[in-house]
């Protein structure tokens, strides 16, 4: 018999964790679709909020860019591991293909760059152009051929030239669904935006309402639509616990067996959220533990959003307040993500 692993050999994985990189900012300055996404993004957040995110960013600009900085910060913290995701605001879906493609090969090797300065420590993410379907598969293999797991995503991206949203659901997809599961590549679902637009533009509701309504719409575009049917081994990490839908999955389900038209998939909805893995960044013990109930304990990770504001300072302590079993701790500690990122 195999002895059971030793808890205290795991290492602490923090999933969701953050980088910029100048580099991309540098190739879309001064392009006029750069302008009217700012504009957007400022009808979304508000005044108010844009006055505090550029002070609250620039702070933590060397947590976000410096590899010594970044692994001081994660000592303090008790974290072991990072997978480390280009800032969602490096996604820049306004783009044409060509600079699409050019800000997604920049991101991918900044990122393997950045995680090379200390490997034993960062594994990384690039990016896809998910408003360009073509171009997904192509720059996923890059992203895989810099050393990175994967790619983060948004919920969905705007349609080139004001054409209809670009939903997980969409056909053009399929052979990027497919190449990802096929290639075990990692695909971290991020939210960046929210189309309630003005309706959230204060208290900072684009954020606290605006970010976990993106990703139980992501979601359920991939379990209605059959998606996760076709490709039951996609490895997908939705943050933020997956948004609303893991503790209102039960009107899903209802819908399920009550209408026809809600018949997309071919089992009732709650059974997909066990094929999907969730970061731990809810902030409350008790959502954290009902996500448990809803996905299992083995499809939980640990996530900070290191280093925002939005984040978990201590995601640790964050865990440690659910008051789980030893063993599920353990598991959402380190355990889940090191077989799910394959380390040794």
């Known amino acids: 018999m195999t002895a059971p692993l030793d808890p205290l050999s795991i290492p602490t994985i923090d999933v969701h964790a953050h980088l910029l990189l100048p580099e991309v900012e540098e190739a879309v300055a001064g392009h006029p679709g750069l302008a009217e996404a700012r504009n957007l993004d400022a009808r979304r957040n508000g005044p108010a909020a844009l006055a505090v995110n550029g002070p609250m960013v620039g702070a933590r600009v060397p947590k976000l860019t410096d590899v010594v ?6 000592d303090a913290q008790g974290v072991d591991i990072q997978l480390v995701s280009p800032s969602p605001s490096h ?8 600079l699409a493609g050019k800000i997604c090969r920049l991101a991918n090797e900044g990122t393997a760059a950045h995680c090379a300065k200390a490997p034993d420590r960062l594994h990384g993410l690039g990016l896809i152009p998910l408003q360009h379907p073509d171009l997904a598969v192509a720059l996923l293999d890059h992203a895989l051929d810099q050393g990175l797991k994967g790619v983060e995503i948004s919920s ?16 053009r997809l399929a052979p990027f669904w497919a190449h990802a599961e096929r290639t075990s590549a990692l695909v971290f679902l991020h939210p960046f935006g929210c189309t309630l637009n003005e309706r959230l533009d204060q208290w900072y509701l684009s954020n606290t309402v605006g970010q976990p309504a993106e990703n139980a719409v992501a979601l359920s575009h991939l379990i209605f639509s059959g998606v996760l049917d076709r490709h039951p081994g996609l490895k997908l990490i939705a943050a933020h616990g997956g948004g609303y839908l893991p503790t209102h999955i039960g009107r899903s389900d209802h819908a399920w067996r009550a209408r026809p038209d809600a018949r997309g998939c071919s089992r009732q909805p709650s059974s997909y959220l066990r094929q999907l893995y969730f970061d731990s960044l809810v902030h409350d013990p008790h959502v954290l533990r009902e996500l448990l109930r809803a996905a299992g304990p083995e499809r939980v990770l640990l996530g900070s959003d290191f280093p925002f504001d939005m984040g978990a300072d201590d995601p640790l302590d964050a865990l440690r307040a659910a008051d789980l079993p030893d063993a599920d701790f353990h598991s959402i500690r380190g355990g889940n993500a090191a077989a799910l990122l394959d380390l040794a």
């Open 69 to 74: 900085v970044r692994l001081a910060a994660m």
């Open 91 to 98: 996604y820049h879906y306004w783009a044409e293909p060509q």
């Open 156 to 171: 969905h991206a705007p349609g080139p030239g004001g054409a209809r949203n670009v939903e997980l659901s969409d056909p």
